[in-house]
């Protein structure tokens, strides 16, 4: 019989983290919602505070001790065992952060932040350069602390995605080279569908309440979450059963809100699918980043820019908005929301062209870790290869290599995950239509309920207890293929550019 | 000279602590403004973690050390010596809790806040009365672990009012039932003034506007804090530099939204008031609430309820409801605002027959620590009291006994402080009246900024260098007493009912 009196405190000490760490997402999110300009200094204060306070209960010689003896234990076994070798896991990646090398990490990227914000207000690279110089030396740092095997970057991947490598990543961006740019390009040269209607002024509160029906009618609980807005769109979670997304509302773009709201959903129903009895445990948290995308790009892209998707939502769509859409045609809507073209901004780039914004950056990583160029030519390497993937002209660094904040919050590693969720989206979506009987239909009817039941079941419910790619075969029967995106896009695109078939 | 290193020890564990507290403070803010129903379960656990940790920090052997070794250093003085004196009182409090019973106070707290919302909402106080019971019980194990000289109810007072004693509330409101019960029953027997145009159609969103222009106009700083809507108004902060406010709007009950943004305008402005430098420290913070319900009520009634006030304020009201209140002159409204009239809720009621609520409640407090009422007993009692005082019938438990937060919050020996705040407060008029040459003129004609100033300088900056008393005798000349209320009252509402000079 397993130690019982162990168990316990083993799950108390990590229900203890857990609530210091949401409770540092509730002051995260108060920050980006609702705080007013002056409270930023306490809030600083306040949340490097519990990161601390944070950092010293999941290191501690009870917690390893506990961990380790339950593992010596053969009688625990299952579940518990799946959540102690992660547990351990985590421990000790932990241990290797010095406190000396998490206050210097802390303080360098809040400066770094700060200096990203002023140079791209001020389209001036160079206020932020010496500080992502800092950053980037701090990350080779961090790098050796935490070892790896082949490639230093492997130990930056891993921390957002366990087991993916730079070898796992250049193949999968091998495919992308080799198969989807090749496509997007002859995407490029058909005659683009006219997607003007989607700029026209769209007033704030009607979509507010068309959004929050997007959410309802994807199955979000508003008993258990809420909505509201924030300059970038982003989820987070207290616990299952206090999921908040925001969204935000361009009048002069209907996109933004709409697909921020159902991707954030998708997020969202994620993380309220989490079993809410493993507070706090590796089974009750999200698996990996590229799995959390792949709930997110799943509704955003493979439900939310389907046909079927707007044969139930847009007659509703049409009706708030009749001055602006009712000379719009399903079909016409259905084409111009899935335009494709080359742009600067990779968060409003449709979802062929996104992956070569992402394969940009993952490039610019690479050659930064290898040293292969430092951080003041990256600029210049930005543009180049904007030129070369997008064939696009950079104007000016806030509308290239300022434009996302990742990198001065030391996230490397971060942007592949997005590529990742996408194609083990589709993957994921293929299943459900061949496994969901009538899958299409009941889309195309407005029923969410089934695919939501599909993924809760096949991959919320089960939070940590596998490895990404456990998961990925367990639910599909094979690893991560791009086989499956390009049929899914194939298939769509051939069907929005019939020039394509040709 | 002072041992600097031993100094600057003392205030980072100070505002460690606060970090902490503070954290829970938006924990708290969140719960009451923006919570889904389900995620209370998740908070009430991370609120106790996070009451746990601050308990553990603030019973530190560094800290006491900390404080007695700088106590024990005679150049050690000024500010920092106060400091440490108030530091080492609160101390040697929270040494007297366990962390256990902290972390459990935490829990039933939460867990009965929870239950009180749903017992209000079903009008059914069975749904409340397990938690309170254990409340109460709990409370009751507080006295015997703080202990007291007199009796329990010391004990709990003191927390809020430090100084205060159940003998010197039973003064006071021995002076109120000698005073103002027979001031108020004579008002009662008088014509009673129209108040009907309160209780036209007032639409929310307009309300919402104006509440924030009153705001302003108070010279509360929406860079340093916001509004939001809540169940029960309130007040609390993150810091001197974030501080929240909430309001309620009945849209067929003008006054509710009106008198309760300016009440917690003015705990807003005390709160803002306090030196941002000295977070964490007792010099930074609130003196007692008996003094922070002195700024409200200052704002509410002494200025809120003056006819020199809606001299200016009228007219933008009145272009704002042009339908209910263009053929209601400022004399009529003046009249109609100040009416005195029994009445079953005590957050709306007027200023006089206020503190009869209070009153009811303290002698309810007081039976319930003494055993002479159980729980089970509150609906009952409660409603022979307001038949006494009051001289109404209660016709539902939503409107008697559930009415009020406070008891759910654990927090016994606070409703006296509402009381004590508003006689204090009319006392600290009274001086500004005197020391502030043209106030009344600065009122009529809209300038809130010199009584802001005058409170900002003489009370706000203060924080808790002082105790109540030596404040209320620094400023005023005398400690608290009754006649400045009574002199303010009679003067007041015999010039609103002309009848009462007779």
Same mark, same amino acid.
């Given at each position: 019989?397993a130690?019982q $009196?162990?168990?316990d405190?083993y799950? !108390?000490?990590?229900?203890r983290?857990?609530?210091?760490?949401?409770s540092?997402?509730v002051?995260?999110?108060d920050q980006?919602?609702?705080?007013?300009? $002056?409270?930023?200094?306490a809030?600083s !204060?306040?949340l490097?505070t519990?990161a601390?306070?944070?950092?010293?209960?999941s290191?501690?010689?009870e917690?390893?001790d506990v961990?380790?003896d339950?593992?010596?234990?053969?009688s625990?076994?299952?579940?518990d065992r799946?959540?102690?070798?992660?547990s351990k896991r985590n421990?000790k990646?932990?241990?290797k &952060?010095t406190?000396? &090398?998490?206050?210097k990490?802390?303080r360098?990227?809040?400066?770094?932040?700060?200096?990203?914000?002023?140079?791209?207000?001020a389209?001036? &690279?160079s206020l932020?350069?010496?500080n992502?110089?800092k950053l980037?030396a701090?990350?080779?740092e961090e790098?050796?602390?935490l070892?790896?095997?082949d490639?230093?970057?492997d130990a930056?991947?891993?921390q957002h995605?366990?087991?993916?490598?730079?070898?796992?990543?250049?193949?999968l &961006?091998g495919?992308?080279k080799?198969?989807?740019?090749?496509f997007?390009n002859?995407?490029?040269?058909?005659?683009p569908?006219?997607?003007?209607?989607?700029?026209?002024h769209y007033?704030?509160?009607?979509?507010?309440?068309?959004?929050?029906r997007?959410?309802?009618?994807?199955?979000?609980?508003?008993?258990a979450g809420?909505q509201?807005?924030?300059?970038?769109?982003?989820?987070? +979670?207290?616990?299952?059963?206090?999921?908040r997304?925001?969204t935000?509302?361009?009048?002069d773009?209907?996109?933004?809100?709409?697909?921020?709201?159902i991707?954030?959903?998708?997020?969202a129903?994620?993380?309220?699918g989490?079993?809410?009895?493993?507070?706090?445990l590796?089974?009750?948290e999200y698996l990996?980043l590229?799995?959390h995308?792949?709930?997110?790009?799943?509704?955003e892209n493979?439900v939310?820019?389907?046909?079927?998707?707007?044969?139930?939502?847009?007659s509703?769509?049409q009706?708030?908005?009749?001055?602006?859409?009712s000379?719009v045609?399903?079909?016409?809507?259905?084409?111009?929301? +899935?335009k494709?073209?080359?742009?600067l901004?990779?968060? =409003?780039?449709?979802e062929?062209?996104?992956?070569l914004?992402?394969?940009?950056?993952?490039?610019?990583e690479?050659?930064?870790?290898e040293k292969q160029?430092?951080?003041?030519?990256?600029?210049?390497?930005?543009n180049?290869?904007?030129? $070369?993937?997008?064939?696009?002209?950079?104007?000016s660094? !806030?509308?290239?290599?300022?434009?996302?904040?990742h990198?001065?919050h030391? =996230?490397?590693g971060?942007?592949p995950?997005?590529?990742?969720? =996408?194609f083990?989206?589709?993957?994921f979506f293929?299943?459900a239509?061949?496994?969901i009987?009538?899958?299409?239909?009941?889309i195309?009817s407005g029923?969410?309920?089934?695919l939501?039941k599909w993924?809760?079941?096949?991959?919320?419910?089960?939070?940590?207890?596998?490895?990404?790619?456990?998961?990925?075969?367990?639910v599909?029967?094979?690893?991560l293929?791009l086989?499956?995106?390009m049929?899914?896009?194939?298939?769509k695109?051939?069907?929005?550019?019939p020039?394509?078939?040709?």
């Open positions: 019989m130690d $009196k162990k168990l405190l799950k !108390s000490l990590m229900h983290i857990a609530d210091i760490n949401y540092s997402a002051l995260q999110w980006e919602v609702y705080m007013p300009a $002056k409270g930023s200094t809030r !204060s306040q490097a519990l601390g306070i944070a950092h010293t209960e290191t501690s010689e917690l390893g961990i380790n339950l593992l010596n234990d053969e625990v076994d299952g579940k799946r959540n102690l070798i992660e421990y990646d932990r241990l &952060f406190k000396d &090398f998490v206050v990490m802390s360098e990227v809040s400066d770094a932040f700060n200096a990203w914000q002023r140079a791209k207000k389209n001036d &690279f932020y350069a010496g992502l110089e980037v701090l990350k080779l790098c050796e602390m070892g790896y095997t490639h230093p970057y930056l991947i891993n995605e366990f087991g993916a490598t730079k070898e796992s990543l250049d193949r &961006f495919d992308v080799d198969q989807l740019v090749p997007v002859r995407v490029l040269d058909e005659e569908p006219d997607s003007s209607f989607i700029y026209h007033p704030k509160n009607d979509q507010w309440k068309f959004g929050i997007l959410l309802e009618h994807m199955g979000f609980d508003f008993k809420r509201d807005i924030s300059t970038h769109p982003f989820t987070i +979670n207290f616990s299952a059963n206090d999921v997304v925001t935000r509302i361009n009048e773009d209907l996109s933004e809100m709409i697909w921020s709201c991707h954030e959903g998708g997020h129903l994620y993380e309220q989490l079993p809410a009895d493993d507070y706090g590796p089974s009750g990996s590229g799995v995308e792949s709930q997110s790009r799943l509704w493979n939310g820019r389907s046909y079927d998707y707007w044969e139930h939502n847009y509703t769509l009706n708030i908005y009749p001055k602006n859409l000379t045609s399903l079909n016409k809507f259905y084409r111009g929301i +899935n494709v073209q080359s742009s901004i990779r968060t =409003s780039a449709d062929l062209t996104y992956h914004h992402v394969l940009i950056r993952y490039e610019l690479i050659a930064l870790i160029i430092a951080v003041k030519d990256l600029p210049g390497e930005w180049k290869l904007y030129k $070369k993937y997008l064939n696009i002209d950079v104007p660094d !806030s509308k290239g290599v300022l434009q996302d904040v990198w001065s030391g =996230s490397f971060y942007f995950t997005y590529s990742i969720g =996408s083990l989206a589709a993957q293929n299943k239509m061949e496994q009987p009538g899958l299409k239909a009941d195309r029923k969410s309920a089934t939501k993924l809760n079941e096949n991959i919320h419910a089960l939070g940590r207890q596998y490895n990404a790619e456990e998961l990925c075969v367990k599909t029967g094979e690893p293929n086989r499956h995106f049929d899914y896009t194939r298939q695109y051939c069907g929005l550019y020039g394509l078939e040709g």
